[in-house]
């Protein structure tokens, strides 16, 4: 059974300050995308990593993509209260030939102020 | 991106009712996927819905209980048959739009369901 896990699932942090989240999946593939949800809200885009060694950065967000060690990583760089939000990543296992999605447990993210 | 409207945007309904949740975009898309949220966790693929066939449904989640109808291009419903208070999450369609880089899909505002 195809697994994707985040760590932490939850993160409550200084604003100014670094860390990483971390998604590990379980099967082969080249395709991941992290989204952030508001609470209340639905997902909205942040990036896709579409091969080994992809790196997407946005303002204070980065992630990554090692397909060899089934691992990306978004880094949060100087945090400020607007990143606070859940963050999930989420897998396209390439069954099918059809485009699908296995979601990551999420990581809740609170910045402190 | 496209815009993707999905009515009711909540409910609460007695057990053993169906309610029927309807997913609009307003451009011309191929994919279409529904996804059920329980409360407080992630997202769980419930079924892809293709224009012009069945919809593919993902293990555990069967049509009777989760009947999907995909008449065009821009319009999908999704409904949840015989409620219990199980069925209590949110329900999202998504879209993966022609243009959109690989894979990448766009999500509607949601579908609040409380079964009481």
């Known amino acids: 059974e195809l697994k994707v896990e985040q760590n932490p699932l939850f993160l409550s942090m200084q604003e100014g300050k670094n860390y990483t989240i971390y998604c590990n999946y379980s099967?082969?593939?080249?395709?991941l995308y992290w989204y952030r949800q508001d609470p209340g809200k639905s997902l909205e885009s942040l990036f896709v990593?579409?091969?080994?060694?992809a790196v997407k950065q946005e303002g204070r967000l980065m992630a990554s993509l090692d397909t060899k060690a089934r691992l990306s990583t978004l880094h949060i760089t100087a945090a400020v209260h607007d990143l606070s939000a859940t963050y999930f990543c989420?897998?396209?296992?390439?069954?099918?030939?059809?485009?699908?999605?296995?979601f990551g447990t999420g990581t809740r993210l609170k910045v402190l102020a | 991106s496209a815009v993707i409207s999905q009515k009711p945007s909540r409910d609460i309904c007695q057990r053993g009712t169906s309610l029927t949740i309807q997913c609009q975009v307003d451009?011309?898309?191929?994919?279409m996927f529904w996804y059920r949220q329980q409360p407080g966790q992630s997202l769980t693929l419930i079924a892809t819905?293709?224009?012009?066939?069945?919809?593919?449904?993902e293990s555990g989640f069967v049509i009777d209980k989760f009947p999907i109808s995909r008449p065009n291009l821009t319009f999908s419903t999704l409904t949840v048959s015989n409620m219990s208070p199980e069925d209590s999450s949110i329900y999202l369609c998504?879209?993966?739009?022609?243009?959109?880089?690989?894979?990448?899909?766009?999500f509607g505002p949601g579908t609040r369901l409380t079964v009481t």
């Open positions: 998504s879209v993966e739009e022609p243009a959109s880089v690989a894979g990448q899909q766009y």
């Open positions: 099967t082969t593939s080249d395709r």
């Open positions: 990593l579409l091969s080994n060694g």
């Open positions: 989420a897998v396209d296992p390439l069954l099918s030939g059809t485009y699908k999605y296995i």
């Open positions: 451009s011309q898309v191929t994919m």
């Open positions: 819905a293709n224009q012009g066939s069945e919809a593919t449904y």
